[in-house]
């Protein structure tokens, strides 16, 4: 992906922005890392459990009638996951200490989760476009000749 180190940039502002952030990570939302910024934390697996979170969120806000997912927050004994829209095709997850301003979380997040939306966005549109596939030639059946049938002793008749 062609945004990738702009991406992973902004994660490290993030993370210099909110220092009681343990680790960023951006993600597709089908569970692919695009950056990652997550000392001692697998990225793949966190990514793929975000996306496993992110279906299960916006079921839930759809089934109660509450629109677009915007975010999600998980509070833990020793401290929080928060997972934000990033565009259409991404997400933003954060890890917090126990001790992190929510607040000032939410805040950040949301600012990055839309600058780095933009830049994913960015990246798909300049992406050069796909030839279609080329149109298949229809086939036609050509006319058999009749084989001859073999007589009663094998000779063909």
């Known amino acids: 992906m062609a945004a ?8 490290h502002r993030l993370r210099a922005r909110v220092p009681q952030l343990t680790g960023a990570l951006a993600a597709s939302v089908d569970g692919l890392v695009l950056a990652q910024d997550t000392p001692g934390v697998e990225p793949e697996g ?8 992110l279906g299960v969120a916006l079921r839930v806000a759809d089934a109660t009638g509450r629109g677009d997912f915007r975010e999600l ?4 004994e020793h401290g929080y996951v928060a997972t934000y829209a990033a565009g259409p095709s991404a997400v933003l997850t954060l890890l917090a200490g ?35 596939p080329k149109a298949l030639t229809p086939r036609t059946r050509t006319a058999r000749t ?5 007589g009663p002793t094998g000779e063909s008749r």
């Open 4 to 11: 990738e180190a702009e991406v992973l940039d902004e994660l």
């Open 46 to 53: 966190l990514a793929a459990l975000t996306a496993a979170a």
């Open 73 to 76: 927050l998980v509070r833990g």
């Open 98 to 132: 126990d001790r992190a301003n929510v607040g000032r979380l939410h805040l950040e997040g949301r600012r990055s989760g839309t600058r780095i939306g933009e830049l994913v966005e960015a990246a798909a549109e300049a992406q050069p476009a796909r030839p279609a």
């Open 146 to 150: 009749p084989r001859p049938l073999p």
